[in-house]
Each structure stands twice: as structure tokens, then as C-alpha cells.
């Protein structure tokens, strides 16, 4: 039974930056492609990237590419979503997700909010 | 990356049945036979409840069936129970990146 639980969410000034976490338990994390989606108070889902098992391969939406990086670490089990230059309409919930295709398993999700 | 097309809204009584369309492009869901669906009640987290067009993960009812005809992906929910009411999201993989549709929100009369 795979789990995933998001950290990091804060409330950061427009310009700002944020590193979000998701630690990943339950199944086998080193050959599982990882994806961060989001989800705007009251809106649908937006994908954001993906991340090959191996670390070598990313992807980004056009929304973040250029501000966003996305990155993890196999040995700890760990995802990461480095974001730079928050704007307000980056405010949502972060979902990491397992999977590239599809997200078969879900964390909690983390709040981001982008407001002066 | 343009999202998928979704009915904003349906509705059916229990026990009937509905089907909700997600609609895309040759690019897309025409292309690759990656539509999935999720299913999101209320104040809670995505589930994955159809994918590779027609696939149900272990525990989805039989009830929650998939489909492709074209560019337009479909989920078709059967025996609909009141716990069924929620938002439904279909997503399709393209060229290096996953798209969503706007979601439809499912109302269980």
C-alpha cells in the first residue's frame, strides 16, 4: 500500500521561493516515475511535472517551466519541487503522485499560498 | 497544452446511469491510449479510478467502466449510488506532458 506525504507548504510573498517535499513509503520508490499536481482553491486539477525513476528525465507544464524544478533523491526515498518566483496564481494544494501516465497513488497534498 | 473538454455538470438518480465525455485532440487521447479518470468526493484526495482508457485499479466497482471512440474518452458509471456524488477529472498523456480536463461535477439526485 504506497504512501506519499507532501511538506513544505507555506504562505510566500509574490517573487518568492519554496522547496515542497514528499516522502514516498510502501512500494518501490527507485522504479517509480514521480508527479507533482496541483490544484487551485475551488478549481481542477493542473498537471505540473514528472520525474524519470532514475532522475535523468523531467518534464515540465508551460505554466512553471523555467521557475519550477523538480528533483529527487532515491537513497532517502524523497521528491522535491523547487519553485522560484511565485506568483498569486501559483496559490494551491501540491499533490505528489506516483506514477507519469497516470497517478495511481496520492499524498495529502501541501498548501501553497502566494499573496503580499 | 490545452486542457480536455468536459461537461461542466451531471446529474442522474441512484440506480440509473451516466456517462461522463472528455474530449481532446488527435494529439492526445487520439494518440495514446492513456485516458484516465479520477474520481474526487468532497474534502478529499484524487483517486484513480480508470486507466489506460478502460482499466479499473484493484477495489473500483465494476461499475466505473471506460472508453475511447476518436478523440473523446468516456466514463460510464452504472448503478449510481449517492457516495458517487463528486467531482470527475479525466486526464490524457501527449508529447512529455499529462493534460487534464476541466472536471465534472457528478449530483446524485
Known amino acids: 500500500q504506497g504512501q506519499l506525504m507532501e511538506s513544505g507548504g507555506y504562505r510566500v510573498r509574490p517573487g518568492g521561493s519554496l522547496r515542497l517535499s514528499c516522502t514516498a513509503s510502501?512500494?518501490?520508490?527507485?522504479?517509480?516515475?514521480m508527479t507533482w499536481i496541483r490544484q487551485a482553491p475551488g478549481k481542477g486539477l493542473e498537471w505540473i511535472s514528472y520525474?524519470?525513476?532514475?532522475?535523468?528525465?523531467?518534464s515540465y507544464a508551460d505554466s512553471v517551466r523555467g521557475r519550477f524544478t523538480i528533483s529527487r533523491d532515491n537513497t532517502r526515498e524523497l521528491v522535491f519541487l523547487q519553485m522560484n518566483n511565485l506568483r498569486n496564481d501559483d496559490t494551491a494544494i501540491y499533490y505528489c503522485?506516483?506514477?507519469?501516465?497516470?497517478?495511481?497513488?496520492w499524498g495529502q497534498g501541501t498548501l501553497v499560498t502566494v499573496s503580499s | 497544452q490545452s486542457a480536455l473538454t468536459q461537461p461542466p455538470s451531471v446529474s442522474g438518480s441512484p440506480g440509473q446511469s451516466v456517462t461522463i465525455s472528455c474530449t481532446g485532440t488527435?494529439?492526445?487521447?487520439?494518440?495514446?491510449?492513456?485516458a484516465s479518470w479520477y474520481q474526487q468526493t468532497p474534502g478529499t484526495t484524487p483517486k484513480l479510478i480508470i486507466f489506460?482508457?478502460?482499466h479499473r485499479p484493484s477495489g473500483v466497482p465494476d461499475r466505473f467502466s471506460g472508453s475511447r471512440s476518436g478523440n473523446t474518452a468516456s466514463l460510464t458509471i452504472s448503478g449510481l449510488q449517492p457516495e458517487d456524488e463528486g467531482d470527475y477529472y479525466c486526464?490524457?498523456?501527449?508529447?512529455?506532458?499529462?493534460?487534464f480536463g476541466g472536471g465534472t461535477k457528478l449530483t446524485v439526485l
Open positions: 503522485s506516483r506514477g507519469k501516465i497516470y497517478s495511481d497513488h
Open positions: 510502501g512500494f518501490t520508490f527507485s522504479d517509480s516515475y
Open positions: 520525474i524519470s525513476d532514475d532522475g535523468e528525465t523531467s
Open positions: 488527435s494529439g492526445d487521447i487520439g494518440s495514446f491510449y492513456s
Open positions: 489506460e482508457v478502460r
Open positions: 486526464s490524457s498523456y501527449t508529447h512529455n506532458s499529462v493534460l
